[in-house]
């Protein structure tokens, strides 16, 4: 898988995105510096508000192959400035968080996202599980196998790569 940092203000749904994506049990946890998990780097919304703290997310990101941008479906602003993906060296992907909350405006966040540089937004609900498989049919690479991925789908990945190393 493709090492994803999640940026985002706080609240916005990064920590349970990290853990939606990695199958575990969703419980709050407050983020109170960046964590490096396997494939996620899960940083501090008070990173990406403050401008000060924001320099780390720029030596952050050096350490992952995709950039995540968040934004809560019911947030009524954006916290990203017009194009500000253009500051990064890695790919940089949007998501729109809490999409099943009954005030939501995916439209809307999809807008601030595509407003900020984002070529590629996917619309997740950590809860429900929508949308999950996108982002990670995105960040799969050659070789990794995928939970809904037949058996013989894995075979057939586990032979390519074994002739690529070849």
Request: aromatic share 8%; glycine share 8%; net charge negative.
């Amino acid at each position: 898988m493709k090492k994803m940092m999640l940026v985002g203000r706080s609240e916005c749904g990064k920590t349970t995105l990290r853990q939606a994506l990695n199958g575990n049990t969703i419980h709050y946890h407050k983020t109170q510096y960046i964590n490096h998990y396997d494939v996620i780097i899960d940083t501090p919304g008070e990173y990406a508000e403050n401008g000060r703290l924001g320099r780390a997310l720029a030596l952050y990101s050096y350490e992952a192959d995709v950039v995540a941008l968040l934004i809560n479906a019911t947030e009524p602003y954006s916290l990203f400035p017009p194009c500000v993906t253009a500051v990064s060296c890695r790919p940089v992907i949007g998501i729109v968080t809490q999409i099943d909350e009954p005030e939501a405006d995916v439209s809307r966040a999809e807008g601030w996202l595509r407003l900020a540089g984002c070529k590629e937004v996917f619309h997740v609900s950590s809860y429900t599980g929508e949308g999950i498989w996108k982002l990670l049919e995105y960040l799969r690479e050659p070789g990794d196998v995928l939970p809904w991925d037949s058996a013989a789908e894995a075979e057939q990945q586990r032979e390519v790569l074994s002739t690529r190393r070849q």
